[in-house]
């Protein structure tokens, strides 16, 4: 059985940091593609960040140079460091992998 726990998220001051993490269990970590999605209320779910089981990565044009995806998969889990973060990211973080979700960790951006 495929899970995928997102934890990390928290209210920040503009301009802050967070770094969340996504433990995965039920599938062959390593072998598979991982990504950070974003949903902000009112909105329908984006793409965020992806990494390859190889290490190679991928962002939307919005979080270049602010956000960092990386996995770690001795430990079966993939992180974005998110920096210089703006209001505007506030949403709900989802991880996904093998098809599956995480039941995604609030990231909230306010003063």
């Known amino acids: 059985q495929v899970q995928l726990v997102e934890s990390g998220g928290g209210l920040v001051q503009p301009g802050g940091s967070l770094k969340l993490s996504c433990a995965a269990s039920?599938?062959?970590?390593?072998?598979?593609?991982m990504g950070w999605y974003r949903q902000a209320p009112g909105k329908q779910r984006e793409f965020v960040a992806e990494i390859s089981g190889g290490g190679t990565t991928y962002y939307v044009d919005f979080v270049k140079g602010r956000f960092t995806i990386s996995r770690d998969n001795a430990k079966n889990t993939v992180y974005l460091q998110m920096n210089n973060l703006k209001p505007e990211d506030t949403a709900v973080y989802y991880c996904?992998?093998?098809?599956?979700w995480g039941q995604g960790t609030q990231v909230t951006v306010s003063s």
């Open positions: 996904s992998g093998s098809s599956s």
């Open positions: 039920g599938f062959t970590f390593r072998l598979y593609a």
